[in-house]
């Protein structure tokens, strides 16, 4: 089966600039999430979608970060504007459901570098 | 709260020797643990998982770890290192009964030589 698939793999952006990123999960997963992961750091969630609604989003910075999740099935997570401290691998994942013996697929991210 | 620890950031073995990752966890809950490996330019994948079940749980590439709840460790181990067993490997604990909220650890970068 087809993998999650991330978009751009790259990007360099001048901070304050806007940007966005695409994700599009594994066929018939209903739970997406968008992790953070800085240089030398573990991924650290964002948000986590279920359908088109959002479970978690406790750890966003709502005052720059925001996502969507439209007819349950892409996502795109924007930051407006960006600053020096978004660099970083932004990693979408999906999972079929929520229990304990669901997987979670990564994609490969999208490396984003503020300068 | 959940949280895990990666006691190395980097360890280095030769090939055909034992690898040893440690891991050590804290939880409110009974915990979901993992293993995930990140290859270079390559998406995370699950190299194991424990769900309450068996304690020694095995995994992909002849990995395995064993859940220890009276040190709260979850130690990953390979018999015989290969080289392409080279990359970053993440302990991973989240509330049993979900697969969501994964707490990531900060990572062990594992370098095999000849």
């Known amino acids: 089966e087809a993998g999650v698939a991330q978009s751009p793999r790259y990007k360099i952006i001048e901070k304050r600039q806007s940007v966005a990123f695409w994700c599009n999960p594994i066929?018939?997963?209903?739970?997406l999430y968008w992790y953070q992961q800085i240089l030398g750091q573990g991924p650290k969630l964002l948000i986590q979608?279920?359908?088109?609604?959002?479970v978690d989003d406790s750890q966003l910075p709502k005052d720059r970060f925001s996502a969507e999740r439209l007819k349950g099935v892409d996502s795109t997570l924007k930051i407006q504007p960006a600053k020096l401290e978004d660099s970083a691998v932004y990693l979408c994942?999906?999972?079929w459901g929520r229990g304990t013996n669901t997987e979670a697929f990564f994609g490969q991210g999208t490396r984003l570098t503020v300068v | 709260a959940q949280s895990v620890t990666q006691l190395d950031s980097h360890v280095s073995v030769s090939e055909g020797t034992p690898v040893l990752l440690r891991c050590n966890y804290s939880?409110?809950?009974?915990?979901?643990l993992f293993w995930y490996v990140q290859h270079p330019n390559k998406g995370l994948q699950l190299l194991l998982k424990?769900?309450?079940?068996?304690?020694l749980v095995k995994g992909i590439n002849g990995f395995e770890a064993e859940f220890k709840k009276s040190e709260t460790s979850f130690h990953l181990t390979k018999p015989s290192a290969h080289m392409s067993d080279a990359a970053e490997y993440f302990c991973?604990?989240?509330?049993?009964?979900?697969?969501?909220?994964?707490?990531f650890g900060t990572g062990t970068r594992l370098q095999v030589t000849l």
């Open positions: 994942a999906s999972t």
């Open positions: 066929s018939g997963h209903a739970t």
């Open positions: 979608f279920q359908n088109n609604g959002v």
């Open positions: 939880s409110s809950y009974s915990p979901s």
């Open positions: 424990y769900t309450s079940a068996a304690t």
């Open positions: 991973v604990v989240s509330e049993a009964g979900t697969a969501s909220k994964l707490t």
